[in-house]
């Protein structure tokens, strides 16, 4: 047991310090997709059913992070404190990744990488924003953690469980079936391994899937959100802005979406989601160069050096104020400097490599699309931290190596 104190202790100040966020913030205001994650949550309490979108059913959102808000709601009540209850919800949720960065650390090098790692979890400014809010990313973050340690147990059932929920909480989390599926892999004669992982995975996907189909009438394995996100990008306005080129906006304020969205009540989102792919394609088949620009401006942005406004700007759509998005930014590229320094470590060299493409799949999922920070850095954040802590680890280990050769003379 004591051996478990110093991790015991460590959870239980990053709990105290996500909870004292959420209550030390009573202003905080629903705004954006935290909308969407709320209402439909609540209405799956009162009506047992999502809330549909433009008075059309929808698949728009992803479901799991809903079912999990909407367990709660069921159990503390739908009432007016919902909203702080969503907000505790993602406290546990935010404690649950620094233990999972801890649990990792410990598996891949040892008790002290892991002690530190969590320690630096739970003060990383970056995961204490997006925690802080009513978002998926943070339980996408944690499902996918989960599922890496069962990969690396190699537990078949509870790593095809855990990346089918985590599909479940992010469409683009199908791209990690490649890392997970390399992981369970083990020789020819052990195929089976990846494959059963796959079809478990399948398993929990299907039955969303197929309530797709019946309340659509179209296939839609998860979402309907990909061809928003490729037109909101790929269009004359996104890519000529001379501020902020190639960034994500409404089709809403974009001239040449009104054929699109003009009748949004009266069409189908599922066809819709197929229109918009299609003008998004046709449009980089016209402009191949709008791919490359795209992902430049996207891998600045996700680094916070697109420009203070921009980060303070999209801090903002998870109601982050101009203060704390700043010093947000200090802090990330603080952690970041730590995390290249230990990329270059001896131990980052022996983890499995399928682990390190991880983060560069999360990377390429979104680098052609849209990022927002923190939002949408938050499943490399994990990463940042546990290069971060080697990097602190290394430094404390020569010291603790001179101070004993200093010793001995």
Not at 41 to 59: C, K, L, M
Not at 304 to 323: E, F, K, V
């Amino acid at each position: 047991m004591a051996g478990r104190r110093p991790y015991i202790a460590i959870l239980a100040a990053a709990l105290a310090i996500r909870v004292a966020w959420v209550l030390l913030t009573p202003d905080y205001t629903l705004v954006h997709d935290a909308v969407d994650y709320d209402r439909h949550a609540a209405h799956i309490v009162q009506f047992g059913s999502f809330e549909t979108s433009y008075s059309r059913a929808t698949a728009f959102r992803p479901p799991a992070f809903i079912w999990l808000l909407s367990g709660f709601y069921w159990v503390f009540g739908d009432g007016e404190h919902r909203v702080e209850l969503a907000r505790l919800v993602n406290a546990l949720v935010g404690t649950g990744i620094v233990a999972m960065i801890g649990v990792l650390a410990r598996m891949l090098w040892g008790r002290r990488e892991a002690l530190v790692a969590m320690a630096l979890g739970a003060v990383y400014l970056p995961l204490l924003e997006v925690g802080q809010a009513v978002m998926s990313e943070p339980l996408f973050a944690l499902l996918m953690l989960g599922a890496i340690a069962c990969a690396l147990k190699r537990w078949v059932f509870a790593t095809g469980v855990l990346f089918g929920l985590l599909v479940l909480a992010r469409a683009n989390g199908l791209i990690l079936a490649l890392p997970l599926a390399w992981a369970l892999w083990q020789g020819r004669t052990l195929w089976w391994r990846p494959a059963l992982m796959l079809v478990i995975a399948a398993l929990c996907v299907i039955p969303w899937t197929i309530r797709n189909q019946v309340v659509l009438g179209h296939f839609v394995p998860v979402s309907t959100q990909f061809g928003s996100a490729m037109a909101g990008t790929y269009n004359d306005q996104a890519q000529h802005d001379p501020k902020n080129p190639a960034s994500w906006r409404s089709l809403f304020h974009i001239p040449e979406m009104k054929p699109y969205v003009g009748h949004i009540r009266r069409t189908n989102e599922a066809v819709l989601d197929q229109q918009l792919r299609s003008y998004s394609i046709d449009y980089i088949k016209a402009h191949p160069s709008s791919l490359v620009k795209t992902a430049w401006w996207t891998s600045r942005r996700m680094l916070d050096l697109g420009g203070i406004h921009w980060s303070i700007h999209t801090a903002s759509t998870i109601s982050i104020g101009r203060t704390v998005a700043k010093l947000g930014v200090f802090v990330f590229w603080l952690y970041f400097v730590l995390a290249v320094i230990g990329a270059f470590d001896r131990r980052a060299r022996a983890a499995p490599l399928w682990v390190w493409s991880v983060p560069l799949l999360m990377y390429l999922s979104v680098v052609f699309l849209v990022v927002e920070t923190p939002r949408y850095r938050t499943a490399l954040d994990p990463f940042i931290v546990l290069l971060a802590a080697l990097a602190l680890t290394r430094v404390r280990g020569r010291e603790t190596s001179r101070a004993s050769r200093a010793a001995k003379v």
